[in-house]
């Protein structure tokens, strides 16, 4: 039986982004439909497929009201998404990419931990494995906990943490009418590295308290065409955007009690950013490793946080040496160094 809220069944809105995964979107629709939990609808948006996506997507609405589908211009996941607010009709809005799926008592799950502790966001985990017998265990608390409007530093002190527990929309559950009140800058449209830990961020801001579950209810895929794994000359702009606005976002977060994240903060993650993209580019060869570096070179954000000595110091050695040596452009030395690197890593991974 469905966990209700008040006294009408909690009803989750599932959004699904879509872009050429005609692969894989079957077994994530089927893991959501098949959820024991089954007041939800599902809203699948297609993001410009030029495969079978849409037509994949568009079967499964023919045969079941759960299902919606939009399609829309290519965007980015950031854009599919707010693609689909406007029509969410649930409680609360999960968010689930198209080669990922959920445990089948997931929902169920969710609901029971919000009848039981209402929030504007539940926190939950990714599963190890595709049969849901493990969890990562990324956010660093003991067992399920409330977080009151008191205790929203415990969470959002960890924006930078090491093990990225805030930076996937897909480990939350948000309050839909929370979710609809967000208002984003403009320059987060084209987003697509960082856009998920960045929305996150907008959206806790906004959030008076959360819910950490702690479970595995979402397994993660290591899919090669995923964006996580693939280079583009883009994602240092969009470094650049969360620097920037992340520094307004201090503003507001420098109100909260415990709060510790500063500047520096910022300024060595754009730092260390700058770092992962000179990494990624040679792996791609050297000519992609020089264009990369040029854009390094030239951009202002970096010339800024640079200006901050406590952010350099907290650098990792390897970090100082090749954004020095590309900074003086002396980027054949630095792109031997970084290739030589990855291939050790390479080697250690066998």
């Given at each position: 039986m469905d966990a209700h809220l008040g006294d009408k069944p909690?009803?989750?809105?599932?959004?699904?982004?879509?872009?050429?995964s005609q692969e894989f979107v079957e077994r994530c629709i089927?893991?959501?439909?098949?959820?024991?939990?089954?007041?939800?609808e599902l809203i699948l948006v297609d993001d410009g497929s030029t495969d079978d996506s849409f037509e994949i997507c568009s079967s499964y609405s023919a045969t079941d009201?759960?299902?919606?589908?939009?399609?829309?211009?290519?965007?980015?996941?950031?854009s599919a998404r707010l693609a689909a607010y406007p029509y969410v009709t649930g409680d609360y809005v999960l968010h689930v990419d198209a080669d990922d799926i959920l445990a089948p008592w997931a929902l169920a799950h969710l609901a029971d931990a919000i009848s039981r502790h209402p929030a504007d966001v539940v926190?939950?985990?990714?599963?190890?494995?595709e049969d849901f017998k493990s969890a990562e265990c990324r956010f660093p608390f003991s067992g399920s906990v409330c977080f009151g409007h008191e205790d929203r530093a415990?969470?959002?002190n960890l924006v930078f943490s090491r093990t990225y527990c805030l930076n996937s929309m897909c480990t939350k559950a948000i309050k839909a009418d929370l979710l609809k009140r967000v208002e984003y800058p403009a320059n987060m449209l084209g987003m697509i590295s960082g856009e998920d830990l960045l929305q996150s961020l907008y959206v806790l801001n906004k959030a008076s308290n959360a819910y950490y579950l702690d479970e595995g209810l979402y397994y993660y895929s290591l899919n090669s065409s995923g964006t996580t794994l693939t280079f583009r000359f883009s994602d240092l702009n969009d470094y650049e955007v969360f620097y920037r606005n992340f520094h307004e976002l201090l503003k507001s977060f420098c109100d909260v009690p415990g709060f510790v994240l500063t500047e520096t903060d910022n300024d060595r993650s754009l730092i260390f950013g700058n770092f992962r993209y000179l990494q990624n580019a040679a792996r791609q060869g050297e000519s992609t490793f020089h264009l990369a570096s040029g854009m390094v070179r030239d951009s202002k954000d970096l010339a800024e946080a640079m200006n901050n000595v406590s952010a350099k110091k907290r650098l990792r050695f390897d970090a100082a040496i090749i954004l020095r040596l590309?900074?003086?452009n002396f980027n054949r030395l630095a792109y031997v160094l970084l290739?030589?690197?990855?291939?050790?890593?390479?080697?250690?991974?066998?």
């Open positions: 909690l009803v989750f809105s599932v959004v699904v982004p879509v872009y050429n089927d893991s959501v439909l098949s959820q024991e939990h089954e007041a939800l009201q759960r299902v919606r589908v939009i399609k829309k211009e290519n965007g980015g996941p950031f926190f939950f985990e990714f599963s190890q494995d415990d969470y959002l590309v900074l003086s290739a030589t690197e990855n291939r050790l890593h390479e080697l250690m991974a066998r």
